[in-house]
C-alpha cells in the first residue's frame, strides 16, 4: 500500500493494548540510503497553553505498527511512559 506523508499525518494514532489515543503523526523518520521509514514522531503536548514549552515527543519504531487504515494507525507500542492517564492537570479546572 503507498500512502503520502500528508495523508499519514491525518490519522489518529491508537495503542492496540488498551484503546487509548497517542495523538496525530507530526513527521515520519527515514533511513537516507534505503528510502525506508524507521519511526512515527507524535508531537508532545503544550505545557500550561504552550507557554512552558513542551513534553518530550513520542517516537513509535516502524516495527511497532500493526495497521494503518482509512482513519486510524493502531500500534502496539505500550503507551504507559508516554501518557499519564492518572494525572492530569487541575490548574483552574483544565
Known sequence: MLSR????????IVCVKNGCVLGYPAD??????????????IQGRARFLGLFGREDDIVIPWSEIEVIGQETILVKTDPAPFVNLGKRNRFFGL
Open 5 to 12: 506523508i500528508s495523508d499519514i499525518r491525518n490519522k489518529q
Open 28 to 41: 515520519v523518520e527515514f533511513t537516507c540510503p534505503e528510502g525506508k521509514a524507521e519511526a512515527v514522531i
